[in-house]
């Protein structure tokens, strides 16, 4: 999930670097993504037994909350590709670009972790998870729990694994870029993952490879691709493109249903690339304009200035209010989802943002420890100067 721009007061010119005008609306789809995780977490603790839809048909497409990690991942790759597409698709420095991930990462990660731990040890493990053991603060700490297995102290974190290693292909694939073309890159990326989901069921060692979620490579190599319209501006109606290509799935999603859906996520997944590439390039570009207006309108930059850590501390949130408020007086159905609604999405929206003003937009807006320590001094009240 790849976390946005957040406005902070302003500081003095030497603090500041110069950074490229912001994009509208993508804030506004990293909070609306968020905020739909949210939603799709109550909505399966209140109706159990997912994949299989044993809620309302009015709250069906709430059990699809995976497509928002879908959008997150492109919208990684897009963001993370913005200022290279703008500098001949360079990268800037392996090593800088290590350390300003690290910086921004990391930081409301690992303290993310620390709250899902504390949650889960005193209070209650996530569904289907005993209490967290020291595998799980290994694995989760160094950010490979999808390779290896432990109770998880957080349903969100998997994809937070997913999107850190992608970090690690991201040079190789503006190297290709540079070389052969973004076209070329994606169809690179997307023979060898289609080869992979190919194999999988009847090679072993292949299918390990499934737990990297292979498909989000395809994802992100289509985010850098839509990047490049800010290079050469596309006059096309990208966005009815987008929805050209996001209807077929929708439609096979609803016949199908999601039982057969979370079993061909993989394929899913990749169905919905071509849609996601293309509604980033377009939103970029300005439109459709009366939706990015939306996007961009102030309730929505707010939302989307705190998107990770919402994603990141919610679910502790919103299991321990369905665990002790929510079941004991209603249970499972509609009643007890509208009530955990009216708690859980609140509470974790105000737990998020004040969670994000002290571990993420700190190291957001400030680009390392002696930005951030020079700010903190300037913080100060004047009798401790």
């Known amino acids: ?24 609306g993508l804030d506004g789809i990293r909070g609306l993504a968020a905020l739909f995780v949210v939603l799709h977490h109550c909505r399966l603790l209140s109706f159990p037994g997912f994949p299989a839809d044993t809620g309302p048909v009015w709250a069906s497409w709430l059990l699809y909350g995976h497509v928002a990690v879908v959008v997150f991942i492109a919208l990684s790759g897009f963001s993370l590709a913005v200022k290279p597409a703008r500098s001949g698709w360079r990268l800037g420095g392996l090593r800088r670009f290590a ?24 209070l209650v493990p996530q569904p289907g998870q005993g209490p967290p053991t020291a595998k799980s603060v290994v694995f989760h700490g160094l950010l490979v729990q999808d390779l290896f297995g432990s109770p998880s102290p957080n349903g969100a974190f998997w994809s937070i694994a997913v ?21 070329v890159m994606v169809a690179a990326v997307t023979v060898v993952v289609l080869a992979v989901g190919l194999l999988a069921g009847g090679v072993p060692v292949v299918a390990l490879l499934m737990r990297l979620t292979p498909q989000f490579a395809v994802l992100f190599a289509v985010g850098v691709l839509a990047a490049g319209v800010l290079r ?11 929805l050209a290509a996001f209807v077929p799935v929708v439609v096979l999603v609803a016949v199908r249903g999601p039982v057969w859906t979370v079993a061909h996520f ?11 590439g293309l509604f980033l390039a377009a939103v970029a570009g300005g439109r459709p ?15 989307g200035s705190f998107s990770y850590s919402l994603y990141l501390v919610h679910a502790p949130i919103v299991v321990a209010l369905h665990h002790f408020v929510v079941a004991p007086l209603l249970g499972p159905g509609v ?17 998020a943002r ?11 807006r400030y680009r390392g420890m002696a930005e951030l320590r020079a700010a903190t001094r300037s913080w100060a009240p004047a009798s401790r100067r």
């Open 354 to 364: 004040g969670f994000a003003a002290v571990f993420e937009l700190p190291f957001q």
């Open 232 to 242: 050469a501006p596309v006059r096309a109606p990208l966005h009815w493109f987008a």
């Open 266 to 276: 993989f394929w899913v997944d990749l169905a919905l690339a071509p849609a996601a």
């Open 1 to 24: 999930m790849e976390p946005g721009a957040a406005g902070f007061p302003e500081r003095s010119a030497q603090l500041v670097p110069e950074r490229p005008a912001r994009l509208g």
């Open 163 to 183: 999107e850190a290693q992608l970090y690690f292909a991201l040079p190789l694939l503006l190297l290709v870029v540079r070389r052969l073309g973004a076209a």
């Open 99 to 122: 350390r300003r991930r690290a910086w921004r990462i990391l930081p409301p990660y690992w303290a993310a972790l620390l709250f899902s731990l504390a949650v889960a040890w005193t």
């Open 335 to 351: 009643a007890g989802f509208l009530v955990l609604l009216v708690l859980a999405v609140p509470a974790s929206v105000l737990f």
């Open 289 to 303: 304009r009366p939706l990015v207006r939306v996007l961009d309108s102030r309730p929505l930059r707010s939302l």
